[in-house]
């Protein structure tokens, strides 16, 4: 898999100014809190993936990570496509654990916070914005280096 980097290392004030978070008070499933969903997405210009990883913190404990969510939004054909095979395509779709970074005993309660939230058509549509600009962002500067390494090679 590729590098998954967070949104606010490109696009810090709008990274935070967007960032949806829930407030929990007397829930049995989750301890009292504001449950913030930190954004990553792949580090590859070239890679069309579709999808973010969602990293649930809480001020209180930091950069404590609790759970550690999937999101993508395109049909599980898109990703088997993508993919080449309908079980990885799995772990890409919907909303889903990732099994291969941090979770707590709390994850499975903030998955279903989360996918409370995508009830939400408007929030689905920022990370889908959010993607696409990240995407942009890094295909441009790949290209501002590749231009600028051949304007040094011309000077030589
Ligand atoms: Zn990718």
Request: net charge positive.
């Amino acid at each position: 898999m590729n590098e998954m980097i967070p949104f606010y290392e490109r696009f810090r004030e709008l990274a935070f100014r967007e960032m949806r978070s829930v407030t929990i008070r007397g829930e049995r499933d989750l301890p009292d809190g504001e449950y913030g969903f930190l954004e990553l997405y792949c580090g590859d210009p070239h890679c069309d993936c579709r999808r973010v990883i969602i990293d649930v913190v809480t001020p209180t404990t930091g950069s404590k990570i609790w759970a550690t969510i999937n999101y993508g939004w395109e049909s599980l054909e898109f990703y088997a496509k993508w993919m080449g095979n309908k079980e990885l395509a799995r772990t890409c779709y919907g909303a889903t654990l990732d099994m291969l970074n941090p979770q707590t005993q709390y994850s499975s309660a903030l998955l279903e916070l989360f996918k409370s939230v995508l009830q939400d058509r408007a929030y689905v549509e920022r990370l889908k914005r959010h993607y696409w600009l990240f995407k942009s962002d890094l295909r441009a500067k790949r290209k501002a280096a590749i231009r600028s390494s051949g304007k040094a090679r011309r000077r030589r």
